[in-house]
């Protein structure tokens, strides 16, 4: 009797995942245009080419200074690319934060001339508008040389910031430890997607904390609600919970 032929599975096609990336490019330019227009059409695709995740500050939407946001995330980046062109003072200080940390950076700029003095010596990628193929060329010369920053680091690092160094700010008092786990704690609900109660439970609470901190150093009521309301907290609730606090201290 002649054996019945089994038919092979075949094998379930693999799923297909996302690109992995190797890690990401923190980008330090001015938010208006047109450098938000050379950021999408340039330096965005040009990150992603070379294999790394494009960030940029305007991109934060936590509920914490934006200072120490942008502080985490240039420590985080794998390389740091810098627009030096119109000479932006926040661009300079974010800049300087990276390579004080030995962080390797990119520097680019339409002209040497918005380029520190101090910079100088260092490689600078620049480019000229007036030819038609700018954009091209640059998105090319920024593909290069962040994967040489990624495959050799060290070369993006001027010598002098090679070495680590200790820091030496002060301690954090008890206050700031307290209100840093607090807004950790707001940033990782939102992260979670936490019921909306929950959220605004702690949000209250770092809001109180806050405004308790700032009557203490002794900001007049009006100060103290200008100081919260720019951080984006709505004026009402602010203004309960100021009244809660000067009730308690009667």
């Known amino acids: ?10 094998a379930a096609p693999k799923k297909k995942t996302a690109k992995q990336t190797d ?3 923190f980008v330090v330019m001015p938010f208006r245009d047109p450098f938000g227009l050379y ?3 340039i330096i965005d695709p040009a990150i992603r080419k070379a294999g790394l995740d494009p960030r940029r500050g305007d991109s934060l939407f936590l509920p914490t200074p934006i200072m120490g946001d942008i502080w985490k995330m240039i420590q985080d980046a794998k390389v740091v690319l810098a627009e030096l062109t119109s000479k932006n ?5 974010e800049l300087g934060l990276a390579h004080a940390i030995g962080k390797p950076v990119v520097l680019i700029s339409e002209t040497m001339q918005d380029v520190p003095f101090d910079l100088q010596a260092l490689r600078v990628i620049t480019y000229d508008k007036n030819d038609p193929k700018w954009g091209d060329k640059l998105r090319s010369k920024v593909i290069k040389t962040l994967k040489a920053a990624i495959t050799e680091p060290v070369e993006a690092v001027p010598p002098m910031f090679r070495k680590k ?4 700010a002060p301690p954090d008092s008890e206050f700031s430890l307290r209100l840093s786990k607090l807004e950790r704690q707001m940033a ?3 992260e979670r997607e936490l019921p909306t109660v929950e959220i605004n439970s702690v949000r209250v609470v770092l809001l109180r904390a806050q405004a308790k901190h700032l009557l203490d150093m002794g900001l007049s ?3 103290v609600m200008h100081q919260l309301c720019l951080k984006g907290n ?8 100021i009244d809660e606090i000067l009730a308690g201290r009667k």
């Open 1 to 10: 009797m002649a054996k019945k032929r089994v038919a092979k599975k075949k």
């Open 23 to 25: 890690g990401t490019c």
């Open 39 to 41: 950021y999408n059409a």
């Open 89 to 93: 003072a926040n661009v300079f200080y």
């Open 165 to 168: 160094v200790k820091s030496q």
């Open 188 to 190: 990782s609900a939102k």
């Open 221 to 223: 009521i009006a100060e």
């Open 234 to 241: 709505p004026k009402g609730l602010i203004e309960r919970i």
